[in-house]
């Protein structure tokens, strides 16, 4: 079962699964004249949501946060066909803040 803000993080998404999303109107006007600074801010919302979801797994499930550090890895070993699986960042240290979010 999802957390309350987990699922409302999802909720506020799903319309826009799979998509990219960018958070450009967040910065100042002057950084968003900076290409390689908006590609910072552009991200896969389906790659998001997978890393939120198992963060909240883990920690329904009481794993440890570097328990991360091993699943990833054998995720994209698994799922090779996966584009999702593939391009999951997820290590302890952004697992924790989203823990924290």
Do not use: C, R
């Not at 803000?5 to 826009?16: A, I, M, P, R, W």
């Not at 960018?22 to 590609?39: F, G, I, R, T």
């Not at 801010?41 to 091993?70: G, H, Q, Y």
Request: hydrophobic content about 35%; overall charge negative.
């Amino acid at each position: 079962m999802l957390t309350s803000s987990g699922s409302d993080v999802l909720k506020e998404n799903n319309n826009n699964n799979g998509s990219t999303s960018n958070l450009n109107h967040l910065s100042s006007p002057s950084a968003n004249k900076d290409k390689e600074e908006q590609s910072f801010f552009t991200f896969n919302l389906a790659i998001l949501k997978a890393e939120i979801l198992w963060t909240l797994d883990l920690i329904e499930t009481d794993f440890s946060m570097n328990s991360v550090n091993k699943s990833i890895p054998l995720f994209q070993e698994m799922f090779t066909d996966s584009e999702i699986a593939k391009n999951m960042k997820l290590g302890s240290t952004k697992a924790s803040y989203i823990h924290l979010a």
